[in-house]
């Protein structure tokens, strides 16, 4: 069975998933959402959400806990204005909470950790040791290494796990994660001989990694210190033509097709255009093809961002200003994932042992 599957691009087509799906996903409370989490992942999960069906669950959170991995003194107020702030983009590019649970992991946190010890017991260091992300972010000074950042995708897959996800939605980077949930769950369900854990399959949609702007060769990143480098959702039209406009390309020709190995720089600009558009990169080669020089090009392309961007960003500022609809999400969304969370660590903990029905 295919472990990975790419969703289809057109909004009629059926989505590949099965109707007692439970769905799941998680982002960072870094602030507000650049464009590589919108197409990679946000607008996936919006798809997914105008697509459910009766019995499918779709819970999609705030990675709270994660967001401590990395420690920076006197972060706390500026974590809560994040939270905050996260909830408001969901809600602003279309998640309606009505369909969808969101929730804060650290209102659920309990049942995440839990279960996040229970898998750190079957999960080999030499695997984690592995891990692209842990080796990009590490220090290399091991008296200044931590835990939580080594142990991270062990949460990452306790966060799945707790739901019994079946479908995860996510970008590129988030692949070994995946790999590594699988890998968990069938050793959990080999050392307990049950087939208790779903294999959880990772849904891509077709922008699932979309580039640095001013460095094509790396992805679009949250850590990533050159501001030129991103456009946020909210990003006004102003910033938003400056970013293009300074958007790395390349001298070839003045005729634009993709071809990611040797004009990165163009074809990520295309696959922007096409994750927005959802045209296949045919449909959006033809569109420009009347575009003969850089200007013209960027001026389509940043007129395509604004125009998809601009809901989102009235949206924004309305769910900022309504602290207490914010509220009121997160207490119904703590409410429905703690009710899943907690008979399903019950049934693991019989499972592994530790439940007192002597
Ligand atoms: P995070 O917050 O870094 O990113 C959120 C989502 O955005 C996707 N993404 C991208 N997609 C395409 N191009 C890019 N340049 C790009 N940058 C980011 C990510 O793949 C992700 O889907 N570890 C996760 C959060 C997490 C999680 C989970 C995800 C915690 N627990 C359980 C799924 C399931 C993270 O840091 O995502």
Known sequence: ??????????????LPIPDDAVIFSMIQPTGVIHLGNFLGAINTW???NDKKRPDQKIIYGIADLHALTIPKKDYSSQLKTNRMEAIATLLSCGINPQVSTINFQS??????????WYLSCLAPLGYLNRMTQWKDKKSGDQTKERLGLFAYPVLQAADIMIYKGTHVPVGDDQSQHLELTRYLSERFNAMYNVDYFP????LYSKSKKIASLSNPSKKMSKSS???LSMIYVTDSPESIREKIKKAKTDSISDTFYFDPVERPGVSNLLEIVS????KTMKE?????SQLHDYRSLKEYVSDVIIESL???????????NDKSYLESVIQQGYESSQEIAHKNLTDIKKIIGLSNDF
């Not at 994750?275 to 959802?278: I, L, P, T």
């Open 199 to 202: 294999s959880a399959k990772t």
């Open 225 to 227: 210190e050159d501001r």
């Open 275 to 278: 994750g927005f558009q959802q």
């Open 46 to 48: 919006k798809q997914i």
């Open 310 to 320: 601009a809901p989102i960003r009235s949206n924004y500022t309305k769910y900022t």
């Open 1 to 14: 069975m295919e472990s990975c599957v790419e969703l289809p691009m057109d909004k009629t087509s059926p």
């Open 284 to 288: 959006v080669e033809k569109d420009v």
């Open 107 to 116: 209102m659920v946190g309990g049942y995440h950790t839990e279960l996040f």
